[in-house]
C-alpha cells in the first residue's frame, strides 16, 4: 500500500467522521419530540434524515463498493427521497429516534470496516474514493438541510456558535471583468460531482459585477422604496409569485420600528446592515436587480469571476487559488450561524477583488439548471440529470452552513426560484 493511498484512507476517515459529528450535534440539539416533527411541510423531519443519510451510506459503500450483505434492506424505500415528497414523510413508518442511532452507527462501523480494505482505484467509482467522497458530501449537503429545518422550528435556541470576524476592509461597488474564454467546470477534481463535469471553454462577454453581495441595508432601500409594491421591477412570473405568497420582505423579517428585525435560530434582533441578504428566493433577487438598474449574472459569469486569473489565463479551484479554504479564506461548516458582514474575508477575494464568492449565502443566478456540453450521468441519474431543464435555477458559492467538502468553484446547486427557506442571497451584475 502506497504512502499516497494511506493519505487518502485517512482523508476519508476524517471527512466522514467530521460529517458525523455535525449530524449528530445537529440530531442531538432537540428533544425527541422536536427531532420527529415536521417543522415546515417544506422539509422533513429530523430523524427522516438522520436514517437517510445512514441508508445512503449503506446502499452506496457497504453493498456497493464493499459487496456486503445488507443491514436495513427492508427500509430502503421508507428513505427514498423520490419515492416519498418531504411533506408526507412524517406520515410513515420511519425509524425511531434510538433505532435511527443505532443503524447508523451499524452502518458507519461497516463502512470503516469497507474503507479498509477497498482499493480506492481501478473503478470510477473507486478512483480516489470518489464513493466515499460522494457520500460525505451528501451526508454534510443533509447536514445544510437540517441546520435550515433549525432554522424554521419555534422554540427556545438550541444551537449556538460565535460570531463571525468584523469586516477587514470597505468592499464597494463592482469590478469589470474582461470578456474572452475560460475554462468552466473539471475533469480533474476528484470529488467532483456529474454536473461540474467535464471542464469546457466558455466565452464570455465583458461584464461587471458587484464585488460583494448585496447587504440587509441594500435591501432594506428596496423595501422601502415600494419595491414589493411596484410590478416595474419584476418578471411576469416573479410578480404572479410575489402576490400568491404574500411576500413582502425576506423570510424571516419583521417591522421594528423604523428599521428591520431577523429572527435567525430562535434569537430576534435588528439586522446587521453590512451582512449579506439571507433568504431571498430568486423573483426577490431578481426585482432587486431590476430596481438597482443591474441584473443576475449568468452561471458562467459567476464562475468567471469566481475562478479565472488574468494573470495566467487558468481558472483556479478558489477565487483566492488552489488551497483549501481556512477560516481566513470564507464563512464556511456552520463555523458561525450567521453571514459575515462585508469585508470579513480579504484573504478570500478573487484576482480581480471579488469577495465572498465562497460562503455566506448561496447566490442566485439567471441560469436554469442544465448539464455541460459532454455531460454523463455518474454514478446515477437522479444525482443531477433528472432535474435539468427550465425549473430550477442554479445558486452557487455555497453559504455559512455548506461545509468545504461541498463547496469549491465548479460546485453547483439548484433550487426551484419560489424557494427561500435555504440559505439564499445574490449579488448583481451587468453589461460592460
Known sequence: MTIETERLRDRVATELGRARDRTVGLTEAVDEHDLIRQHSPLMSPLVWDLAH?????????????????????????????????RRDRPQLPLLGPDEARRYVATVRDKVFDVLD??????TPLTEQGFAFGMIVQHEQQHDETMLATHQLRTGAPVLHAPPPPEPGEAVRGEVLIPGGPFTMGTSTEPWALDNERPAH???????????????????????????YDDQRWWSASGWDHRQKAGLSAPQHWQRDGDGWAYTRFGRTSRIVAGEPVVHVCFYEAEAYAAWAGKRLPTEAEWEKAARFDPATGRSRRFPWGDEPPTAEHANLGQRHLRPAAVGAYPAGASPSGVHQLIGDVWEWTSTDFHGY????????????????????????????????????????????????QIFSGFRCARDA
Open 53 to 85: 443519510v445512514g441508508n445512503q451510506e449503506e446502499l452506496w459503500l457497504v453493498r456497493d463498493v464493499g459487496g456486503r450483505e445488507p443491514v436495513r434492506q427492508d427500509i430502503d424505500e421508507l428513505y427514498d427521497a423520490f419515492k416519498h415528497p
Open 117 to 122: 480494505r477497498a482499493r480506492l482505484e481501478g
Open 201 to 227: 471553454q466558455v466565452d464570455v462577454a465583458a461584464f461587471h459585477i458587484d464585488r460583494a453581495p448585496v447587504t440587509n441595508a441594500e435591501y432594506a432601500a428596496f423595501l422601502d422604496a415600494g419595491g
Open 373 to 420: 456540453p459532454g455531460f454523463a450521468a455518474f454514478p446515477y441519474r437522479e444525482y443531477s440529470e433528472v432535474f435539468f431543464g427550465p425549473d430550477y435555477k442554479v445558486l452557487r458559492g455555497g453559504s455559512f452552513g455548506t461545509d468545504a467538502s461541498a463547496c469549491r468553484g465548479t460546485f453547483r446547486n439548484w433550487d426551484y426560484p419560489i424557494r427561500r
